[in-house]
């Protein structure tokens, strides 16, 4: 197979319920639709504004910065769709270009369209589309290209139109509403067939800006007009337009062609990455291959809010987590992109490392130590965004330990001791000096009181045995990390990993937490499964072979919502069950594949709290390459040599062969890794 992945068969038709095609490269995120002329969904990271249900400081859509449409005598596309036919689309994934073709018949005039839309990971403040018209007879057609304002909540402070912008035909200044942030947009447009130069349009307050062509179209002869627009928000830069009309000026002068190829050249690289599985079928891979793309769109070195469970992705009909960063990036999302693509992780966990006062104040709240970390963090300033009451936001105590964990993957898989030093050691030593204030030592050891994990219960149970798990990982690896730099460990973090309380049964069941019992609500989450991997608790044998068979056994009960589930093919494995493996995979992943492009949703649509679709969701995205990369091949990200991190041996699902990947990054180093099933232990070897 190499390393071009399998893109998703083309699409026909209109979408129904399906969600549009999402093209993003981690700083800007594009809903197209299935007619590129109608103007779809636009978010920049960072860019936030004020929810319009909820009053919390939110990812808000901002003016579709690509917008375009083709007149007819007084017809044009967008106002009379009807008189569009054939739409068709088609993803390449190995490149991140969407092509979409149509037929638009006004009268006698028949035109062919067919659009290329990307977004540009060499230069990720630009979006770039090229429409290209051929005519079935000699005609005269308008083009428009420029903003689209409809749809968004806000306003446009400044506005430069033609020679006011020095280079490029349009740029506004966006605010949305809440004046949390604001965003510049520039945009430039060329169609070389046009007769003149284009007249500009700009429509008084908010609105549009547009540049309009007339041209004649010759039967045979393409026609193209090629639209490049730049979007920077004002987290990076606090003139934000001028920044754009600065970033579309470089645009232009490397030009359409030249920026699509270096788009191409950097997914090129990101694909030597990619995860080959022998043996499985093809339906499988494509489904891997569209995991490995959804994630790395939605992450860039040059994101500056992280991103969100659903990258950079916006419909109007779902948006249920406002755009917050939740500890399912850092658990979820940061491990793969470690391997993958580290400056991106990187991006995600500078976000954290921003905003670090901002936990040290939320401690401070609770009377506690250290740093803990919001639940659901708003991009802007990284607080707490939690709507309403908050219960999740109260209780969860193990989001500090997966933030804190992320940065000790981070040392122990780039290796980079002037990061660690400067931005990791600060997080990780002060989420241990909480961790020592949020416990409470007993008799029994150090337990955790009133605390909920994945199952999110209204009353908090004590002693929840993911949160233990995880604490133990966690502290395990900042002392190592400590010791190794030199810095001050305290007693009480080795008294703490050495004694904590773990609600274990007397059949050697880990339960869920303390007076736990299937039968209660949530009870088939399979969290003690999750604290033995990926969070590698070192449980008995006995302990781990009673716990696997207990929540094993439950999995019909769980199945469909969202997160672990992708784990369970490595929790069958890990028992030796090839054949559940492979039947998990399919029920645990692939069954939440939904329509156009492998969009993987947050529910499986079966599940009763399915309300509509909503993904791609980053948070099953991330467990999925988890699985691949780390926990079928049974590999352990640590400080020893990456020949070692083998730590048991590979057992993969029913005909599956093989799992390579023949580049992923460990401090700085490309290696490859091959997972060959019924070998002792899994290779990473110097590529």
Request: charged residues 20%; negative net charge; aromatic residues 8%.
């Amino acid at each position: 197979m190499g390393w071009e992945p399998l893109s998703p068969d083309p699409v026909e038709g209109v979408r129904g319920d399906d969600l549009p095609a999402y093209v993003a490269n981690g700083l800007v995120g594009l809903r197209v639709r299935e007619v590129p002329m109608l103007p779809g969904s636009a978010i920049v990271n960072g860019v936030v504004g004020l929810h319009v249900e909820e009053p919390v400081e939110a990812a808000v859509p901002i003016p579709y910065p690509l917008a375009a449409d083709i007149g007819v005598g007084e017809t044009w596309l967008t106002e009379q769709p009807w008189f569009i036919s054939d739409a068709t689309q088609r993803y390449d994934f190995a490149t991140g270009e969407l092509l979409s073709a149509l037929a638009f018949h006004v009268g006698e005039v028949a035109l062919r369209v067919e659009v290329l839309t990307f977004a540009s990971r060499s230069d990720p403040a630009l979006v770039l589309q090229r429409t290209e018209l051929m005519a079935e007879s000699p005609c005269t057609v308008r083009l428009r290209a420029g903003i689209a304002t409809a749809g968004s909540r806000g306003r446009a402070n400044e506005r430069k139109v033609g020679e006011q912008t020095a280079s490029g035909e349009g740029a506004m200044l966006w605010v949305p509403e809440g004046t949390f942030s604001c965003c510049g947009i520039a945009f430039h447009s060329e169609c070389p067939e046009a007769k003149d130069e284009p007249c500009f349009r700009e429509k008084h307050g908010s609105g549009s800006l547009t540049a309009e062509y007339s041209v004649e179209l010759k039967r045979g002869r393409t026609v193209r007009l090629e639209q490049i627009a730049a979007l920077v928000p004002s987290l990076v830069h606090h003139s934000p337009m001028d920044e754009a009309v600065r970033r579309l000026a470089k645009g232009r002068e490397l030009g359409f062609d030249q920026l699509r190829d270096l788009n191409r050249e950097s997914w090129r690289q990101l694909w030597q990455s990619r995860i080959v599985v022998d043996g499985a079928s093809s339906d499988h891979q494509r489904l891997i291959d569209a995991g490995f793309f959804y994630l790395n769109s939605s992450a860039h070195r040059s994101s500056p809010a992280a991103t969100s469970m659903f990258g950079l992705a916006s419909w109007p009909n779902y948006n249920y987590y406002f755009g917050h960063v939740m500890w399912d990036i850092d658990a979820f999302c940061v491990p793969p992109l470690l391997l993958v693509q580290p400056t991106a992780a990187r991006s995600l966990l500078d976000f954290r490392a921003r905003h670090v006062d901002a936990a040290r104040m939320y401690a401070m709240l609770d009377n506690k130590d250290g740093l803990r970390f919001p639940w659901e963090a708003a991009p802007r300033s990284g607080e707490e965004a939690t709507p309403g009451a908050g219960s999740g936001a109260a209780h969860a105590a193990h989001v500090s330990l997966h933030v804190a964990r992320a940065f000790a993957l981070h040392a122990e898989a780039v290796r980079d001791v002037r990061y660690l030093r400067e931005k990791g050691w600060p997080i990780l030593s002060g989420v241990a000096d909480w961790l020592a204030s949020r416990l409470t030592q007993t008799t029994r050891g150090f337990e955790l009181l009133r605390a909920t994990g994945p199952a999110e219960v209204l009353d908090p149970p004590d002693n929840d045995s993911f949160t233990l798990m995880t604490a133990y990982d966690l502290l395990q690896r900042t002392i190592r990390i400590g010791l190794s730099i030199g810095e001050d460990v305290p007693a009480i973090w080795c008294d703490m990993a050495d004694s904590l309380h773990l609600p274990i049964r007397s059949d050697g069941v880990i339960a869920s937490h303390e007076e736990f019992r299937v039968s209660e609500a949530k009870g088939a989450t399979p969290s003690p499964l999750a604290g033995l991997f990926p969070m590698n608790y070192p449980a008995t044998g006995r302990q781990e072979e009673a716990t696997l068979g207990l929540f094993l056994s439950h999995w019909p009960d769980y199945v469909g919502s969202p997160m672990l589930p992708a784990f369970y093919p490595v929790w069958a494995a890990m028992r030796g069950d090839r054949a559940l493996a492979l039947k998990l995979f399919e029920a645990g992943y692939a069954a939440y594949d939904k329509g156009r492009f492998h969009q993987c949703l947050e529910y499986r649509e079966d599940h009763p709290d399915s309300k509509v679709p909503a993904g791609p969701f980053m948070a099953n995205i991330g467990g999925m390459l988890m699985t691949m990369l780390l926990g079928l091949p049974g590999i352990e990200i640590s400080d020893a040599d990456p020949s070692d991190w083998g730590r048991r041996p590979v057992i993969l699902p029913s005909g599956w062969k093989s799992i390579t990947v023949d580049q992923l990054w460990v401090g700085g180093t490309p290696m490859r890794m091959e997972a060959m099933h019924g070998a002792a232990r899994a290779r990473l070897l110097k590529a």
